[in-house]
């Protein structure tokens, strides 16, 4: 997780106590080897404060879960990093997140994941929309390249790589060059160790993932 500050305008708002930010949220989540006994799932973030012009990026590891279910951890794992009521337009190239949220489809499966996203959902009011992945949305793409990362490293970026990254990302008008943050993205991936690929689980969803547990009949 990281912030970086591109213009401070809170002088333009109300008091603290009455202002509601308007955030904007990219997010994408990912799995590796999707369904097989060594899978690995990581989930990415672009949130954009629109008032204040910060920009925070989120890449999370999610351990052995399915690609579906680090679609929903995504938009979970976003919205928890939200320290106040926030008005928020959340993007993500996932139909089946989208549509559940929005009412058109019921929770009838991962409901341990659904669960989750609701209950950071609580305090704000969003507006869910679905943009196409690979469409040339720059900051979609961020989202989708700090999803891979954390899957393919097993572990978070750290606060340091992403302080990083960011730099690369603050431009306004989000026409900034893609292949530049790949390469250095490139950079931060190599200097993980090897240690990092191994399987790590998730702690808080052990016993729900798509495995029986070793510990329990």
């Known amino acids: 997780m990281s ?11 109300g008091s603290a106590d009455d202002y509601t930010p308007l955030v ?9 080897r999707n369904g097989a006994i060594d899978s690995s799932a990581g989930c990415g973030a672009v949130m954009l404060d629109q008032n204040r012009l910060e920009i925070k990026l989120v890449s999370k590891y999610l351990g052995q879960i399915t690609n579906q279910q680090a679609e929903i951890l995504a938009c979970a794992k976003a919205l928890e990093q ?99 943050f790949e390469m250095e993205l490139e950079k931060v991936i190599s200097r993980y160790s090897t240690a990092h690929q191994s399987f790590i689980p998730a702690s808080k969803f052990d016993g729900i993932g798509t495995l029986p547990s070793a510990f329990s009949a």
């Not at 009011?125 to 490293?153: M, N, Y």
Request: glycine residues 6%; proline residues 3%; contains cysteine.
């Open 24 to 32: 904007r949220i990219y997010v994408d989540g990912s799995c590796s």
């Open 3 to 13: 912030v970086i500050r591109l213009i401070d305008r809170k002088g333009e708002f």
């Open 82 to 180: 939200l320290r106040r009521p926030c008005r928020v337009e959340l993007i993500s190239d996932s139909k089946y997140v989208i549509d559940t949220m929005a009412g058109r489809n019921r929770m009838r499966t991962n409901r341990p994941f659904w669960t989750r996203l609701v209950e950071e959902c609580y305090g704000h009011h969003i507006t869910w929309r679905w943009e196409k992945g690979h469409s040339g949305v720059p900051f979609q793409e961020v989202a989708d390249r700090l999803a891979r990362a954390s899957s393919a490293v097993c572990n978070d970026l750290s606060v340091d790589d992403l302080e990083q990254l960011s730099g690369h990302l603050s431009d306004r008008s989000e026409q900034f060059d893609i292949g530049e």
